[in-house]
């Protein structure tokens, strides 16, 4: 079955380029030119993926990533004006699970939805669930659990607590973490980890003290 890419973009001749060039991959495609239209279409079309631009008439893209997020863990590929936003938009958990600078070329769009469906599907197919201390994590449902209780995280964060998760105290370098949560390799550094690790921690509520920092090399687990 063809997957569905929801493009979420208003100015009409980039999306126009992108549809073009995602059905010729043999993707399926839905359009929406402002975040109150991009919302509703993901509503009802359950998109596999959603390209996301960052600056939207009615409801801007931060805002529809935060509402999309607070509900599923779609893969979101955020399109960005600026490489200097990347950063503080990482810091700002928005749980997208790459970034794609503009001007970018409609090939390089479609070889990240490859790759971040490539990894969503490669957790999919390799179900595990995992209990640490209070913790529960369920990589191939997204899920996370403290205390029993559902926490609203997202797939790069899911995925950086699995590979922690997997080996419980052992420290895990910053540089494996990032591998981990596939987050935009090419704006790969140590600070994208720590902001993932300091909005995961923000989230476990309670259960964020299972998670150690280990000074100048990484994060761990608490075994205790
Ligand atoms: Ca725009």
Same mark, same amino acid.
């Given at each position: 079955m063809n997957q569905t890419i929801l493009i979420v973009e208003d100015e009409v001749r980039l999306a126009e380029i992108l549809d073009d060039y995602l059905r010729r991959e043999g993707y399926r495609t839905e359009r929406a030119r402002d975040g109150r239209r991009a919302l509703e279409a993901w509503r009802s %079309?359950?998109? =596999?993926?959603i390209l996301l631009d960052l600056m939207l008439p009615e409801i801007d893209g931060l805002e529809v990533a935060r509402r999309v997020r607070s509900e599923s863990s779609v893969p979101i590929i955020m399109l960005t004006a600026?490489? /200097? /936003?990347v950063d503080k938009l990482v810091g700002l958990g928005l749980g997208a699970d790459d970034y794609v600078v503009k001007p970018y070329s409609p090939r390089e769009v479609v070889a990240r939805i490859k790759a971040v469906l490539r990894r969503v599907e490669g957790q999919v197919t390799a179900p595990q669930r995992m209990i640490v201390g209070r913790l529960a994590i369920d990589a191939d449902q997204y899920q996370v659990l403290c205390d029993g209780a559902k926490v609203s995280v997202t797939a790069a964060e899911v995925r950086l607590l699995a590979l922690l998760a997997k080996e419980p105290g052992r420290v895990r370098y910053r540089a494996e973490l990032l591998a981990a949560s596939g987050t935009g390799e090419r704006f790969a550094d140590e600070r994208t980890v720590d902001a993932h690790v300091k909005n995961l921690r923000r989230k476990l509520g309670?259960?964020? =003290? %299972?998670v150690e920092t280990v000074r100048g090399v990484g994060y761990r687990l608490r075994v205790s």
């Open positions: %079309v359950r998109p =596999d993926l600026r490489d /200097e /936003e309670s259960c964020a =003290d %299972v």
